[in-house]
């Protein structure tokens, strides 16, 4: 596939452990936020999304966690598969505007 | 995939030589985006769509054309390719009622322009 990244941060985790990715957003005002997932050779892939009036939100495996204090976003993947070895986007959005993406977490898996 | 395809999915050109990529939806959806994505880059957006006819720029539309004539289908197009186009396409269509909402992509275009 194709290198999406060459210099991606880069998080390693054994099978079944859990893995924290995070994302420093720049925009105070944005008030919607995506994390995609992107595996090789494949489009970014919708995970899970949260507004900027919810600190917290679920769902299957992932949960993301939201500080607007420090600007900080966080994705938890809970009992980390091989499946989940990917690049790990954040994006925002402020008012109307357009998503700014991030620059991306390439996230492997230790058997 | 969201009912979003991309054609063609791989494609090599010489500099100079007119390239038009193709996305094409299948749920009527209003918004449709052109990012392209480089290593140490990210996702930048090249241009987008808002309705039939109705396209704006975004952070690097330079060298880049767009239109819209039909609801399923965005085209994108380098009227003079040149190596620094070189790089992977995305179209993506946004599900909600804003440019803002959450988008889902298409498999991508591979270019590489020689």
């Known amino acids: 596939g194709e290198s999406v990244g060459l210099h991606l941060p880069t998080l390693s985790v054994q099978e079944g452990d859990n893995s924290i990715i995070n994302c420093a957003y720049s925009n105070s005002a944005s008030d919607y936020f995506i994390w995609y997932k992107q595996e090789s050779g494949k489009g970014p892939q919708f995970i899970i999304d949260?507004?900027?009036?919810?600190d917290k939100r679920q769902g299957q495996r992932v949960t993301v966690l939201l500080n607007k204090t420090v600007k900080h976003l966080s994705l938890q993947i809970a009992a980390t598969q091989p499946g989940d070895s990917a690049v790990y986007f954040c994006a925002e959005v402020a008012g109307a505007q357009k998503l700014v993406f991030g620059q991306g977490t390439r996230l492997t898996i230790n058997p | 995939d969201a009912g979003i395809t991309q054609s063609p999915r791989h494609k090599v050109t010489e500099t100079g030589t007119p390239v038009t990529l193709r996305c094409h939806q299948t749920?009527?959806?209003?918004?449709m985006y052109w990012y392209r994505q480089d290593p140490g880059h990210g996702l930048r957006l090249i241009h987008y769509?808002?309705?039939?006819?109705?396209?704006d720029k975004g952070e690097v539309s330079d060298g880049y054309s767009v239109s819209r004539s039909k609801t399923e289908d965005f085209l994108l197009t380098l009227e003079s390719a040149t190596s620094s186009q070189t790089s992977v396409y995305f179209c993506a269509i946004s599900v909600g009622t804003g440019p803002g909402e959450t988008q889902y992509f298409g498999p991508g275009t591979r270019l590489l322009v020689l």
């Open positions: 949260i507004r900027s009036n919810m």
């Open positions: 749920e009527n959806h209003r918004y």
């Open positions: 769509s808002y309705g039939v006819k109705d396209t």
